[in-house]
């Protein structure tokens, strides 16, 4: 079977796939091989609606080299809505993807990221549901758009327009509490978690999970870079989240891991190795992964259901699956009002099913229910917990760390200070609700690295407290920030000053630095350090 992808990105599954049977017959008039429960039957179409175009004359492998097997389409003809054309579907799966960035307001307002960037040639079309959202053109595009100063800084995270549409689903419900405790259940790479943060404005606290180990960094790196803290990372299949937390989270996002058949304009080969078979048990995944989120759900909350895939088995088929089990205890809202024009993608049950040419983007779908009332959950079991390595840090020891970086930088780090061998993090406020519930791989952010005669702050510290510094930081012109961030000590026009610095360009924070006599000595991490191609 194909890889699990999660909204359009290669990605280990949350769960291994069951190879149980699917003894499913399928209905009169729909392709041999297309299972669909019974509650979906409205959903197929007859084999003559498919246009001989694409079938019996060419070879699978089609043209421009984007691999759109015969077996695929076939199954996509047998489901798309009488509506809309599949030679419309074929042709925006050929054309390039849009470009797309979501502005970064923990760090920027969307009014100022769209007149810092005018003057450099940037058009920026709003994406109609995402308020901080936008397809990207550029005059110039010498410069690789991750190497950008803004990109650097953490001002924007470059993202797909269709993934940018669960977050708002979430956040569209008067219901979602942007300082409660809410889960990312399967996070990486990060663009999804950001939002979420961003939404957040920092506060309550934010569970990041992520199965795939390889993942974990990016994630971290993600996170550091736009400057959240109110986060705890983990690294578990997504399914203990019901039987280890149970009605614990105010709102929950499962991107679920898919068969990525909405991604083929940015992966040319994305279904290489697609099947019907493959789908079925993808999807198996997939009931179990939303089952144990609903678990994990509170009473009175919100969660969103999504994948980067077009079939009904991981799909509709997902959400009738819970509905079979757990009908009375929750309700789907329609989500046909999201955004103007949205009614164009809305199913008869009210979901987001987004096919590639009705706003020329990724395929995706979208799902958001609302639980009225508790369960019975026979999946609770208290996970096994080894020590934790951390512990509070005493007032006598925090408040006057606190004092000092509020007296070097105007700042006061918001959340609970706990100390680990010679590091000081900054948890968030509301970890104490899942404190000996959960193994974190990560939480906060890293404040500081101690030593016998004081402290260091961290780089991590500076992306998310140095915009807001009223002193302690320095002002680099272009040229010395590009030797900033290609790992070089720096002389700035700028009088100097002692001790450690915040080194931002243009307002927006680079990293941090020590004075030296006139000089900054650079304390940029390692893996961050760029070449020579950097900026506008």
Known sequence: MPRPRKSGRSGAPASSPDRSPHPRSPKPGTLPGLFLPAALSEYSYPCDKMS???FGQRDCTVHDNTYLPDHFLRHIAAIMPAHLSMDEFVASCRRPLRRSIRVNTLKISVATFVARMQPLGWQLDPVPWCDTGFWLSREDESVPLGNTAEHLSGLFYIQEASSMLPVSAL??????????MLLDAAAAPGSKTTQIAALM????????????????????ANLQRCGVTSVGMTHFDA?????WLPETFD???????????????????????????????????????LESAFHALKPGG?????????????????????????????????LADLFPTAEQACTPEGYLHVWPQIFDSEGFFVARLRKHHSVPNTMFKPGKLGKFPFSPLPAKESEPMLREIEAAFGVVPLGNLFGRSEEIWLFPQLFEQVQGKLRFDRIGLKLAETFKKGYRLTHEWALA???????????????DAREFMMGRDVWPEQAAGTGEVIVRYQGHTLGMGKWVGSRVKNALPRELVRDNNLFV
Do not use: H
């Open 52 to 54: 001989p175009l694409f």
């Open 201 to 220: 404005n920092n506060l309550g606290m934010l569970v990041a999970n992520e199965y795939s180990s390889s993942r974990l960094k990016v994630l971290s």
């Open 239 to 243: 399914k203990v989240f019901g039987q």
């Open 302 to 334: 919100v969660l969103v259901y999504s994948t980067c895939t077009l079939s009904l088995q991981e799909n509709q088929a997902v959400c009738q699956s819970l509905l079979d089990k757990f009908g009375d205890a929750f309700s789907f809202d329609s």
């Open 465 to 479: 407290y140095g915009d807001g510094a009223s002193k302690g930081f320095v002002e680099l012109g272009i040229a």
């Open 251 to 289: 709102a929950i996002l499962l991107d679920a891991p898919c068969s990525g058949e909405g991604t083929v304009r940015k992966d040319e080969d994305a279904l290489r190795n697609w099947s019907i078979e493959s789908i079925e048990e993808i999807a198996a995944v997939q009931q179990g992964l």
């Open 171 to 180: 956040f569209a419900c008067e219901q979602t509490r942007r300082d409660g």
